[in-house]
């Protein structure tokens, strides 16, 4: 299995650009996470499906970002307009559901400038 | 205050110390607890993971949950330079939203 698969590594943007960030989650996995990590905040859970149903949105910062999840092997985090203060590295993650152990992408690094 | 406290480090160890790394949290609904190890510019991959109170021992590395105190641990014993990471703990109540700490950065110096 090639583990999570996120695209694209790295994203250099403009303030006030739209930036879509994607996941292919492990086959099979039903449960998807996408997180944001900094430095001053760590690693912070913006949002999570289970079955490709949105169920706890509450860490999405703010109403620029959304996430959709339109299929099982396919999710995007969506943020538009971006501002500096968007730029992380941004985590997907996929688990079975009730598992503890999530599989985490290699990452999105973001900067905004 | 945050759900979980974790003391960022650095920390610095020469090779063969014990390493002591840990966490607080306020949350007293938390029943499964794990640690992540993360490489840089990696993803955090789960190391351990505990349910309630109690060690647990896997080779060089023992965790610990002390739910009346809110305070888990994490030891490595004889630490190697492979060891050096970041390493997280995360938490959870019943629910499927895990709470991370901010990670606290270890060198094991050869």
């Known amino acids: 299995d090639a583990g999570v698969i996120q695209s694209p590594r790295h994203e250099v943007t403009e303030m006030g650009q739209e930036v879509t960030l994607r996941c292919k989650p492990i086959s099979g996995h039903n449960s998807l996470f996408w997180y944001r990590q900094t430095m001053m905040r760590g690693l912070e859970l913006l949002i999570y499906?289970?079955?490709?149903?949105?169920?706890?949105d509450s860490g999405m910062p703010e109403d620029r970002f959304s996430a959709k999840m339109p299929n099982a092997s396919f999710s995007t985090l969506k943020i538009q307009p971006s501002e500096p203060r968007d730029s992380a590295v941004y985590f997907c993650?996929?688990?079975?559901?009730?598992?503890?152990?999530?599989?985490f992408g290699p990452g999105t690094r973001l900067t905004v400038t | 205050q945050k759900e979980v406290e974790q003391d960022p480090g650095p920390l610095s160890v020469p090779e063969g110390a014990i390493v002591s790394l840990n966490c607080t949290y306020s949350?007293?609904?938390?029943?499964?607890f794990m640690w992540y190890r993360q490489y840089s510019r990696k993803g955090p991959e789960l190391l351990m993971y505990?349910?309630?109170?109690g060690n647990k021992e896997d080779g060089r590395f023992t965790a610990q949950v002390d739910k009346s105190s809110k305070y888990i641990s994490l030891f490595i014993r004889d630490s190697q330079p492979s060891d050096s990471a970041t390493y997280l703990c995360?938490?959870?109540?019943?629910?499927?939203?895990?709470?991370f700490g901010t990670g606290t950065s270890l060198t094991v110096i050869p």
């Open positions: 505990t349910y309630s109170s």
């Open positions: 949350n007293s609904a938390f029943q499964y």
């Open positions: 499906f289970n079955n490709n149903v949105p169920i706890d």
């Open positions: 993650a996929s688990s079975f559901a009730g598992n503890d152990e999530q599989y």
């Open positions: 995360a938490m959870r109540s019943t629910g499927n939203q895990f709470y």
